[in-house]
């Protein structure tokens, strides 16, 4: 009896996946399954690399090798990924040289702002000049005293000076 439910279950299975639209992409696309084989075997080799027993932050920011197999196994994945939600009708890929990158304005306008406040924080010279924009030139003053100095008090006549 277990049996036939498993064979059920199975077939059950089976149907669904024949309707979902990623299993039939998945078992079309012959590039699709190179992309996420690729993605798994770089990910499992970076993962052996990573629990050699040294700790995680060392081997990350000092195994070249391990960090070569994760960029692999995200470039792996970020195919997948645009094969998987691109329509079905194969269109032409462009080489990732050939990719245009659009930087906005608001890139740019970041790049400025931390540009100019590095310049600001390490300049003495384009600081002071900032802030007399700012808050104006500082104004030099010579200080003099209307009050006369407070003179010491005479001794008393019948003491011997000292």
Not at 18 to 33: N, P
Not at 127 to 148: I, N, W
């Amino acid at each position: 009896m277990a049996r036939k439910n498993k064979l059920a279950k199975a077939g059950e299975a089976a149907w669904a996946a024949q309707g979902d639209r990623y299993m039939q992409r998945l078992l079309e696309d012959e590039e699709l399954r190179s992309s996420l084989l690729g993605a798994y075997t770089a990910a499992r080799g970076a993962y052996g690399r990573l629990s050699n027993g040294k700790g995680p932050t060392d081997a990350l920011f000092h195994d070249p090798e391990l960090q070569q197999e994760l960029i692999a196994a995200a470039t792996a994945l970020r195919e997948a990924t645009s094969s998987l939600t691109e329509p079905s009708a194969k269109k032409p890929k462009r080489k990732p040289a050939e990719k245009s990158r659009r930087r906005g304005p608001r890139r740019s306008l970041m790049l400025i702002v931390v540009g100019g406040a590095l310049a600001v924080a390490l300049s003495e010279e384009l600081r002071s000049k900032v802030l007399d924009m700012l808050f104006g030139a500082e104004e030099e003053f010579d200080y003099s005293s209307t009050t006369a100095p407070v003179e010491p008090a005479p001794a008393p006549v019948g003491t011997p000076a000292a």
